[in-house]
T-cell receptor, first 113, second 111 residues
């Protein structure tokens, strides 16, 4: 157990729908990162939050949004889903200072039919 | 721009054989370097990391990696592979608060 909790583990939905993925970071970590891993592709950075504020944004579609709450858990909202959004979505957290190391959750596998 | 290249998409080795997985990065300064392992249905688990100092770093599960600044490389090695090492191996570079990942090398171990 890495200490980073992601729910749900699996999600099957239809095109056009909206889903929310949830992440609880490791205890003491202030940063949360979201990544997308599609079939045969590397990890694509979506967005980073630090202590409730957006810190960096990557290749995140406008249909996607995220936030980090005061208790530091984060949610990634995916709307108007398309077939191509089917992927593994990983959350990772890192510590507050110094040389950061990412600790990953087990991922949420989204299947859009 | 920062980038990480893992030239080998897939590698097959026999159990007991040695292993070397290649990783090259592009970054202007000395980055933080990482190797992660990803098993099917699992998240990425940190194998080892390099921040500074000794360029040969030891990790978990008997893995080691060597940072070579002149070659911008951080290759992962294991002297004797076990069947349980079959997995996806991902190299990563950290710069400040940002991380860049390679596309991974899939390792198959044959008995």
């Amino acid at each position: 157990d890495s200490g980073v909790t992601q729910t749900p583990k699996h999600l099957i939905t239809a095109t056009g729908q909206r889903v929310t993925l949830r992440c609880s970071p490791r205890s003491g970590d202030l940063s949360v990162y979201w990544y997308q891993q599609s079939l045969d592709q590397g990890l694509q950075f979506l967005i980073q939050y630090y202590n409730g504020e957006e810190r960096a944004k990557g290749n995140i579609l406008e249909r996607f949004s995220a936030q980090q709450f005061p208790d530091l858990h984060s949610e990634l909202n995916l709307s108007s889903l398309e077939l191509g959004d089917s992927a593994l979505y990983f959350c990772a957290s890192s510590g507050p200072t110094g040389a950061n190391v990412l600790t990953f959750g087990a991922g949420s596998r989204l299947t859009v039919l | 721009a920062q980038s990480v290249t893992q030239p080998d998409i897939h590698i097959t080795v026999s159990e007991g054989a040695s292993l070397e997985l290649r990783c090259n990065y592009s970054y202007g300064a000395t980055p933080y370097l990482f190797w992660y392992v990803q098993s099917p249905g699992q998240g990425l688990q940190l194998l080892l990391k390099y921040f500074s100092g000794d360029t040969l770093v030891q990790g978990i599960k008997g893995f080691e990696a060597e940072f070579k600044r002149s070659q911008s490389s951080f290759n992962l090695r294991k002297p004797s592979v076990h069947w349980s090492d079959a997995a996806e191996y991902v190299c990563a570079v950290g710069t400040g608060n940002q991380f860049y990942f390679g596309t991974g090398t899939s390792l198959t171990v044959i008995p």
